[in-house]
C-alpha cells in the first residue's frame, strides 16, 4: 500500500475520526463510572462515620456525660479498650455496637477523633499507623474547618477515602470535636483500573478490525477506476472499439465512465479522420505523380525532337504546380487549426478589401463573360482581423462562383453591417449544388468536376480553408443553393 494513495488516506482518516470516537466515547463512560463509585464510597464512609458518632453519643448518656464518660465511651468504640463499668444497660449497647461493627464493616475502618481547634488525634483506631493519622489531619492543623468534607489520603500501599465530620460535646462548655472515618479506594481502584486496561486493549483491536474492512471497502470503490485504468492501457491507435461496459458501475462513476468512453469515441473518429485525409493526400498526390512519370518514360523510349521535349517538360511543371498548390493548401488548413498564433489580428477598413476582391473578380469573370456587381456601404466597416487570409477567404468564393457559373451569368457581391456583424454575400446564378452535396462542400477534398464547358477539377480544398479562415476570426460560411439556379455563399464575421 502507498502513503499517497487514496486507499492509505481513506484508511488513517476514518480510523482516525474512530479513534478520537472510541477514545472520547471510553472517557465519558469513565469518568461517569468514577463518580458514580466515589459518591458511593462517600456515603459508605459518612453512613459508617454517622454509627460510630451516635454510637459513642448513646454511650455518654448512661454513663453521665462528664469528660470521664466521653473519654470512656471513645475509646470504646473506636478501639474497644477501657475498664468495664458493669452496667447492665452499657453491656447490652456494647453487644449491640459489636454486632453492628461486624455487620456494617466499621471494624475494617479507620477512625480517627481529633480535637477541632488545634486538629491533635485523641483516640485512633487500632489498624492505623502515625502515617495514617498525620495524612487524615494534614488539612485540618491550619483551617479549622468544622463541616463535612471529603479527600483521599495515600499512607504506603494503603489508598484510603476519608470523610470528615464534625462532633459536639458538651461538658460545662461546647467543644468541638473532627471524627474521621476512613475506607478502603481499593475495589473502586481496581474497578476503574479494569475498565482502562479493557478499553486499552479493545480500542487498538477494533481500530486494527475497522481499519481492514476500510481497506476491503476502499478496494471495492475504488475497483471500476481499476478497471477503467486497465482498458484505459489497453488502448492503442489500432484498437479504439473498446468501450468500459456502463451496466455494473455505480451511479457516481457512471459519469467517469461515460466521459471516458466519448472520448475513446472522438479520438476513433480523429483517426478515421486522419487515415482517411491521408488517404486523401496521397489521391490526390498521385495522380499527378503518375502523368509526370507515365510521359517522362514514354519520352524517354527514343530521341525526340526539342518541341515534344519542351512539351513534356511544360506538363511536368503544370503538374508540380499542382501539387505545390495541394502542399501550401494543406499547410495553409494545417496552420489554421494548430496554429491560430500565426496570425495577425489589425484593425483595417473591410471596404478597402472587398474593393480589391471585386477587382480581381472582374479580371477572372472576363473570360467566360460574367458580369460582376458589387454592392457595399460608404461609411467604413472597421474590422480586427488578418487581412491576407481574409482577401483569401473572398477570392476563392469568388473564383468558386466563377468557376460553377455559365457563360455570360451574374455575380453579386454584397457587404453589409447587422449590427455587430459584418455579412458579406458571395452569389451566382450558374450550376448550383445538389441538396445531397450540400453539407459535404466544405469537408476536406469534396468536389465535384463541372461537366459544363470551361469546367475544372478542383482540389476540394478551398471552402475547407475559407471556412477555417472564417471560424479563426470567431465567424462563419453557410451555402444556400438550388440545382442549376445558382448558389449564394454567405460569411459572417465580428465587427
Ligand atoms: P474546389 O473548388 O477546388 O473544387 P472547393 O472546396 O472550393 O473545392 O469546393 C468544393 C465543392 O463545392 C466544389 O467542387 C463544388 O462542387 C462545390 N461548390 C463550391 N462553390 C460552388 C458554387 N459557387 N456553385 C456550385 N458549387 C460550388
Not at 474512530?18 to 463512560?29: E, G, H, K, P
Not at 453539407?439 to 471552402?463: A, E, I, Q
Given at each position: 500500500m502507498?502513503?499517497?494513495?487514496?486507499?492509505?488516506?481513506?484508511?488513517?482518516?476514518?480510523t482516525?475520526?474512530?479513534?478520537?470516537?472510541?477514545?472520547?466515547?471510553t472517557?465519558?463512560?469513565?469518568?461517569?463510572?468514577?463518580?458514580?463509585?466515589?459518591?458511593?464510597?462517600?456515603?459508605?464512609?459518612?453512613?459508617k462515620?454517622?454509627?460510630?458518632?451516635?454510637?459513642?453519643?448513646?454511650?455518654?448518656?448512661?454513663?453521665?456525660?462528664?469528660?470521664?464518660?466521653?473519654d470512656?465511651?471513645?475509646?470504646?468504640?473506636?478501639?474497644?479498650?477501657?475498664?468495664?463499668?458493669?452496667?447492665?444497660?452499657?453491656?447490652?449497647?456494647?453487644?449491640?455496637w459489636?454486632q453492628?461493627?461486624?455487620q456494617?464493616?466499621?471494624?475494617?475502618a479507620?477512625?480517627?477523633?481529633?480535637?477541632?481547634?488545634?486538629?491533635?488525634?485523641?483516640?485512633?483506631?487500632?489498624?492505623?499507623?502515625?502515617?495514617?493519622?498525620?495524612?487524615f489531619?494534614?488539612?485540618?492543623?491550619?483551617?479549622?474547618k468544622?463541616?463535612?468534607?471529603?479527600?483521599?489520603?495515600?499512607?504506603?500501599?494503603?489508598?484510603?477515602?476519608?470523610?470528615?465530620?464534625?462532633?459536639?460535646?458538651?461538658?460545662?462548655?461546647?467543644?468541638?470535636?473532627?471524627?474521621?472515618?476512613?475506607?478502603?479506594?481499593?475495589?473502586?481502584?481496581?474497578i476503574?483500573?479494569?475498565?482502562?486496561?479493557?478499553?486499552?486493549?479493545?480500542?487498538?483491536?477494533?481500530?486494527?478490525?475497522?481499519?481492514?474492512?476500510?481497506?476491503?471497502?476502499?478496494?471495492?470503490?475504488?475497483?471500476?477506476?481499476?478497471?477503467?485504468?486497465?482498458?484505459?492501457?489497453?488502448?492503442?491507435?489500432?484498437?479504439?472499439?473498446?468501450?468500459?461496459?456502463?451496466?455494473?458501475v455505480?451511479?457516481?462513476?457512471?459519469?467517469?465512465?461515460n466521459?471516458?468512453?466519448?472520448?475513446?469515441?472522438?479520438?476513433?473518429?480523429?483517426?478515421?479522420y486522419?487515415?482517411?485525409?491521408?488517404?486523401?493526400?496521397?489521391?490526390?498526390?498521385?495522380?499527378?505523380?503518375?502523368?509526370?512519370?507515365?510521359?517522362?518514360?514514354?519520352?524517354l523510349?527514343?530521341?525526340?525532337?526539342?518541341?515534344?521535349?519542351?512539351?513534356v517538360?511544360?506538363?511536368?511543371?503544370?503538374?508540380?504546380?499542382?501539387?505545390?498548390?495541394?502542399?501550401?493548401?494543406?499547410?495553409?488548413?494545417?496552420?489554421?487549426e494548430?496554429?491560430?498564433?500565426?496570425?495577425?489580428?489589425?484593425?483595417?477598413?473591410?471596404?478597402?478589401?472587398?474593393?480589391?476582391?471585386?477587382?480581381?473578380?472582374?479580371k477572372?469573370?472576363?473570360?467566360?463573360?460574367i458580369?460582376?456587381?458589387?454592392?457595399?456601404?460608404?461609411?467604413?466597416?472597421v474590422?480586427?482581423?488578418?487581412?491576407?487570409?481574409?482577401?483569401?477567404?473572398?477570392?476563392?468564393?469568388?473564383?468558386?462562383?466563377?468557376?460553377?457559373?455559365?457563360?455570360?451569368?451574374?455575380?453579386?457581391?454584397k457587404?453589409?453591417?447587422?449590427?455587430?456583424?459584418?455579412?458579406?454575400?458571395?452569389?451566382?446564378?450558374?450550376?448550383?449544388?445538389?441538396?445531397?452535396?450540400?453539407n459535404?462542400?466544405?469537408?476536406?477534398?469534396?468536389?465535384?468536376?463541372?461537366?459544363?464547358?470551361?469546367?475544372?477539377?478542383?482540389?476540394?480544398?478551398?471552402?475547407?480553408?475559407a471556412?477555417?479562415?472564417?471560424?479563426?476570426?470567431?465567424?462563419?460560411?453557410?451555402v444556400?443553393?438550388?440545382p442549376?439556379?445558382?448558389?449564394?455563399?454567405t460569411?459572417?464575421?465580428?465587427?
Amino acid at each position: 500500500m502507498k502513503f499517497n494513495s487514496i486507499r492509505f488516506k481513506i484508511s488513517v482518516f476514518y480510523t482516525a475520526i474512530l479513534a478520537l470516537i472510541l477514545v472520547f466515547y471510553t472517557a465519558i463512560n469513565y469518568y461517569n463510572l468514577r463518580y458514580a463509585l466515589y459518591r458511593d464510597l462517600d456515603n459508605d464512609a459518612l453512613v459508617k462515620a454517622q454509627e460510630v458518632s451516635n454510637t459513642i453519643n448513646s454511650f455518654l448518656v448512661p454513663l453521665g456525660n462528664d469528660q470521664r464518660a466521653f473519654d470512656f465511651a471513645a475509646r470504646r468504640v473506636i478501639r474497644l479498650e477501657g475498664a468495664h463499668p458493669g452496667q447492665a444497660r452499657i453491656e447490652q449497647m456494647e453487644r449491640q455496637w459489636l454486632q453492628k461493627r461486624e455487620q456494617d464493616k466499621i471494624a475494617d475502618a479507620y477512625i480517627n477523633l481529633a480535637t477541632a481547634d488545634r486538629a491533635e488525634p485523641v483516640v485512633v483506631s487500632a489498624n492505623m499507623n502515625e502515617k495514617m493519622v498525620k495524612g487524615f489531619l494534614s488539612d485540618f492543623a491550619s483551617s479549622s474547618k468544622k463541616t463535612l468534607s471529603y479527600k483521599d489520603v495515600v499512607a504506603g500501599s494503603t489508598e484510603l477515602r476519608v470523610v470528615t465530620i464534625p462532633f459536639y460535646y458538651t461538658f460545662k462548655k461546647k467543644q468541638t470535636y473532627l471524627l474521621q472515618v476512613g475506607v478502603s479506594r481499593r475495589p473502586v481502584l481496581n474497578i476503574l483500573y479494569g475498565r482502562l486496561i479493557f478499553a486499552a486493549l479493545t480500542i487498538p483491536l477494533i481500530l486494527l478490525i475497522a481499519s481492514f474492512f476500510g481497506g476491503v471497502i476502499t478496494d471495492r470503490v475504488l475497483k471500476p477506476i481499476m478497471k477503467l485504468t486497465g482498458v484505459a492501457s489497453n488502448i492503442t491507435h489500432k484498437d479504439l472499439s473498446i468501450r468500459v461496459p456502463e451496466e455494473r458501475v455505480e451511479e457516481e462513476l457512471k459519469y467517469l465512465v461515460n466521459a471516458f468512453n466519448e472520448m475513446i469515441s472522438r479520438l476513433d473518429k480523429s483517426f478515421r479522420y486522419i487515415a482517411e485525409f491521408s488517404s486523401n493526400v496521397a489521391h490526390e498526390l498521385k495522380t499527378p505523380l503518375t502523368i509526370i512519370k507515365g510521359e517522362s518514360e514514354v519520352t524517354l523510349m527514343q530521341e525526340r525532337d526539342p518541341a515534344e521535349y519542351r512539351r513534356v517538360i511544360k506538363v511536368t511543371l503544370e503538374e508540380t504546380e499542382g501539387m505545390l498548390a495541394i502542399v501550401e493548401d494543406l499547410l495553409l488548413l494545417s496552420r489554421l487549426e494548430y496554429q491560430p498564433g500565426a496570425f495577425h489580428f489589425e484593425p483595417f477598413d473591410f471596404n478597402g478589401l472587398i474593393d480589391d476582391v471585386f477587382e480581381q473578380a472582374k479580371k477572372i469573370a472576363a473570360a467566360k463573360n460574367i458580369t460582376v456587381k458589387l454592392s457595399r456601404p460608404e461609411r467604413p466597416l472597421v474590422l480586427r482581423a488578418d487581412a491576407t487570409h481574409l482577401r483569401r477567404l473572398f477570392l476563392n468564393l469568388v473564383s468558386n462562383a466563377v468557376k460553377f457559373s455559365r457563360r455570360a451569368g451574374d455575380i453579386a457581391i454584397k457587404a453589409q453591417a447587422e449590427g455587430k456583424t459584418l455579412v458579406v454575400s458571395v452569389a451566382d446564378n450558374g450550376v448550383g449544388i445538389k441538396p445531397g452535396d450540400i453539407n459535404k462542400v466544405f469537408d476536406r477534398f469534396f468536389h465535384v468536376d463541372h461537366p459544363g464547358p470551361g469546367g475544372s477539377s478542383g482540389t476540394g480544398l478551398g471552402l475547407s480553408i475559407a471556412q477555417s479562415i472564417a471560424r479563426i476570426h470567431r465567424g462563419d460560411i453557410t451555402v444556400a443553393s438550388q440545382p442549376d439556379k445558382g448558389s449564394t455563399f454567405t460569411v459572417t464575421l465580428p465587427l
